[in-house]
């Protein structure tokens, strides 16, 4: 349940992240130029729009980072391996039942021709 929240909080931060940096003008004015005629960041966020969008930016890539390592060290403490679970159980591991084909193929006789009788005459017509 804990795994799953801070997913989904690492979610949103990542994509908020995305945003933000697209959102700052860089030396081609990025995509704030699509919300308005050059600066668009500080025609939107006012003036002081580049200090709000620096600290905001540093804020989520700190927070990036620390729910990366959070997420790294529960991952790796939570056990994925289902053969290392069924064996802690000490339960048996089922053996895989062979595949359509091979079972077809044991079940149906194979063909072939006794070799002492003897070839139809082609000229008795029969």
């Given at each position: 349940m804990l795994f799953t929240?801070?997913?989904?909080?690492y979610v949103i931060i990542c994509v908020a992240l995305i945003v933000v940096i697209l959102l700052q003008s860089g030396k081609g004015s990025g995509l704030s130029g699509l919300f308005g005629s050059g600066g668009g960041g500080q025609t939107i966020f006012g003036a002081r729009a580049?200090?709000?969008?620096t600290k905001t930016t540093t804020i989520?890539?700190?927070?990036f980072m620390g729910f990366s390592l959070i997420l790294a060290l529960l991952s790796a403490r939570q056990s994925s391996s289902l053969v290392g679970e069924i064996e802690a159980?000490?339960?048996e591991m089922p053996r895989p039942e062979?595949?359509?084909?091979?079972?077809?193929e044991e079940a149906a006789p194979t063909a072939v021709p006794?070799?002492?009788v003897p070839a139809p005459d082609p000229r008795?017509?029969?």
């Amino acid at each position: 349940m804990l795994f799953t929240v801070l997913i989904t909080l690492y979610v949103i931060i990542c994509v908020a992240l995305i945003v933000v940096i697209l959102l700052q003008s860089g030396k081609g004015s990025g995509l704030s130029g699509l919300f308005g005629s050059g600066g668009g960041g500080q025609t939107i966020f006012g003036a002081r729009a580049g200090d709000v969008m620096t600290k905001t930016t540093t804020i989520l890539a700190v927070c990036f980072m620390g729910f990366s390592l959070i997420l790294a060290l529960l991952s790796a403490r939570q056990s994925s391996s289902l053969v290392g679970e069924i064996e802690a159980a000490g339960l048996e591991m089922p053996r895989p039942e062979p595949a359509a084909e091979e079972a077809a193929e044991e079940a149906a006789p194979t063909a072939v021709p006794p070799e002492d009788v003897p070839a139809p005459d082609p000229r008795s017509g029969g």
